[in-house]
């Protein structure tokens, strides 16, 4: 057996944009972030309140609590981290008007006061820029 038999083989991406940083515990800064604001919600209020209303309860509760921020820590679609897929959404629903006019501005028409009134001559239609020209 020669030295290079023995060598380890590492499969690399074609794709780089794919690859991201992990900090620590094999996970992105952002899915520690997410995974941490996740436990400092769910955990106190899971030992505040079973008492209250019982451990199976309340342990349903935290669970309804932390879904949303593993779903902002895990969720990517077509490389966009959820909040900005749910503000594409926000902004084609809400803030841009569902019906949009298609308006053109044309720049070969003459702005001629006159002509625009209707006592000058009539131009052809489909005419060429090269006739304003003259």
Do not use: W
């Not at 342990?59 to 969720?75: K, R, S, T, W």
């Not at 749910?86 to 028409?109: D, F, G, H, S, W």
Request: charged residues 25%; hydrophobic residues 40%; glycine residues 8%.
């Amino acid at each position: 057996m020669a030295i290079g038999d023995r060598m380890a083989y590492v499969s690399v991406p074609k794709d780089l944009t794919k690859v991201k940083n992990k900090v620590a515990f094999n996970m992105t800064r952002r899915q520690l972030i997410c995974f941490g604001s996740a436990a400092a919600v769910g955990i106190p209020f899971y030992v505040l309140t079973r008492d209250l209303i019982g451990d199976s309860s309340a342990m349903m509760a935290m669970v309804v609590l932390m879904i949303p921020a593993f779903l902002f820590a895990m969720y990517e679609k077509d490389g966009m981290p959820l909040e900005k897929i749910l503000m594409n959404m926000i902004t084609v629903k809400y803030r841009r008007p569902q019906v949009r006019r298609y308006e053109t501005e044309n720049m070969y028409e003459e702005k001629d006061p006159a002509r625009a009134a209707g006592t000058g001559k009539k131009q052809k239609k489909g005419g060429s820029h090269r006739a304003r020209q003259g």
